[in-house]
């Protein structure tokens, strides 16, 4: 799938995936996008990474640090605030797909 | 699987080669690298080969986008950061010099008297005082000049009289109108002489010119009835009287509709 059609959404997708998840890390979301969409829609790391940092920064999303020895695992969850943000994102995109669809004259099957 | 400590030590001597140091997002990376790896190993691929694969997933542009982003976002945060500790140190000099201000202007009484500015003025007197209704010369002495077309004694030609003369000898008490402040206590050679302006409201102001001797001074409050000064014959007059003048909303006005004996 292309990327700029991904680009928009990826915060959505990022915001919806730990709302349903709990928490999750990097490797983790793009495994997940990428079965949830029959290898479809392949989130690029160089995307990923700023979105989650951007998101942390907004304060939507918590980080926390797991370390097994010389190793961390950084984990993402929804802050109070980024489940409010998440249900308005995806209602966002439903009223997006259907204004697509009446635009585009798109039938559903 | 999971990689043994020498495969990831090499994975974090690739990203340290790439330039990617910092340590918060090589930690991030690497764990993302070596997931990456560990699931091709998985499927039975060689290590260095699942490295290889790995990162030409990942890509050169990939590591790039993340690394400059992340230090974009961080220097954000720090102008933001520095921002708010200049709006801080800007409010912080303002409060004390308005509150340096404020207590200068309470504290100050010289710069309260001698300020020309009529709204300070209007602080001192904001009742409407009642109109100077007193005679201004202590004792029963005569109006002998009106207010009005007169002819100048001294100059001889017919001229506009904006007050009116009370006969008096030297020494006899001038008194104040009226309640108000002085906003005039002038020594002229010509003209009024020796004289006081007092201001009791918005509206009215009285005068009393040719005086020989002076009891107050500008700024000063006086009450109804207080000795202001003496009769004299100074400034342009032959004979000792005081001439007296109430100004209505700065235009003069005849004396005699006011004074109540």
């Known amino acids: 799938m292309k990327n700029e059609l991904i680009k928009g959404t990826l915060k959505t997708i990022i915001l919806h995936l730990l709302e349903k998840e709990g928490r999750m890390y990097g490797y983790e979301i793009v495994q997940k996008v990428k079965s949830l969409s029959h290898d479809k829609v392949l989130l690029t790391e160089g995307a990923l990474y700023p979105a989650l940092h951007k998101l942390e920064a907004e304060g939507w999303l918590i980080a926390e640090k797991e370390s097994i020895g010389k190793r961390v695992r950084k984990y993402y969850s929804l802050s109070k605030k980024g489940k409010i943000v998440s249900k308005e994102k995806i209602n966002e995109f439903k009223e997006f797909i259907d204004s697509m669809r009446l635009v585009l004259n798109i039938e559903l099957k | ?261």
């Open chain 2, 1 to 261: 699987m999971e990689l043994n400590e020498n495969q990831f030590l090499f994975l974090e001597f690739l990203l340290n080669k790439k330039g990617i140091t910092e340590k918060e997002i090589q930690e991030e990376l690497l764990d993302h690298l070596a997931a990456g790896v560990e699931s091709k190993m998985d499927n039975n691929i060689l290590f260095h080969d699942a490295v290889d694969e790995t990162l030409s997933e990942f890509g050169e542009d990939n590591f790039k986008l993340i690394y400059n982003n992340r230090l974009t976002l961080f220097n954000q945060k720090n102008k933001k950061k520095m921002k708010r500790i200049i709006l801080f140190i800007f409010i912080f000099l303002g409060t004390i010099i308005l509150l340096m201000a404020r207590g200068n202007y309470w504290n100050n009484e010289k710069m309260y008297a001698d300020s020309d500015n009529s709204t300070d003025i209007n602080f001192a007197i904001q009742v409407n005082q009642e109109p100077p209704e007193a005679y201004p010369v202590k004792g029963d002495f005569p109006i002998t000049s009106s207010f009005g077309k007169r002819l100048h004694p001294i100059h001889k030609v017919m001229r506009f009289h904006k007050g009116i003369d009370i006969k008096a000898p030297i020494g006899t008490d001038v008194v104040a109108t009226s309640d108000g402040e002085i906003i005039k206590a002038e020594i002229k050679k010509s003209g009024y002489g020796i004289h006081v302006v007092i201001k009791h409201d918005e509206t009215y102001k009285s005068l009393y010119a040719h005086l020989s001797t002076m009891n107050v001074k500008k700024g000063d409050f006086v009450k109804k009835g207080d000795k202001i000064g003496e009769v004299g014959a100074t400034g342009s007059t032959v004979l000792p009287h005081l001439h007296y003048e109430i100004q209505k909303e700065g235009e003069s006005v005849d004396p005699k509709n006011y004074i109540r004996m």
